[in-house]
């Protein structure tokens, strides 16, 4: 079973940074893919970023509205992966979501963690 876990959300002023960890379960981290998305008070969910395994080269890519701005990374040695968010706006205020999915030795994996918010204000 493969489990996540975010933190490092919180208050932050708009133009300021903060780093969100996303750590997962297992010895097959590097196995998988691992995305950010969001979600806003009444909205639906949306893609921020993605890195790829490490066979596909760790590509990462990004939504038009975080470009330039958010970076997606990783250690696979601490199965962890982070979301560097930095130039933040009022309008990156919502709940952040990690989710990885992938395969190894014959298994399917696809799981979400429970969410940290970020919410952008002075």
């Known amino acids: 079973q493969l489990q996540l876990v975010e933190s490092g959300g919180g208050l932050v002023q708009p133009g300021g940074s903060l780093r969100l960890s996303c750590a997962a379960s297992g010895n097959f981290f590097s196995f998988l893919n691992i995305s950010w998305y969001r979600q806003a008070p009444e909205k639906q969910r949306e893609f921020v970023a993605r890195?790829?395994?490490?066979?596909?080269?760790?590509?990462?890519i990004y939504a038009d509205s975080v470009k330039g701005r958010f970076t997606i990374s990783r250690d696979n040695a601490k199965n962890t992966a982070y979301l560097e968010m930095s130039s933040l706006k009022p309008e990156d205020t919502a709940v952040y979501y990690c989710?990885?999915?992938?395969?190894?030795?014959?298994?399917?994996?696809?799981?979400w963690g429970q969410g940290t918010q970020v919410t952008v204000s002075s």
């Open positions: 890195i790829g395994r490490d066979s596909s080269g760790g590509v990462t």
């Open positions: 989710n990885a999915y992938g395969a190894y030795a014959g298994n399917r994996y696809q799981s």
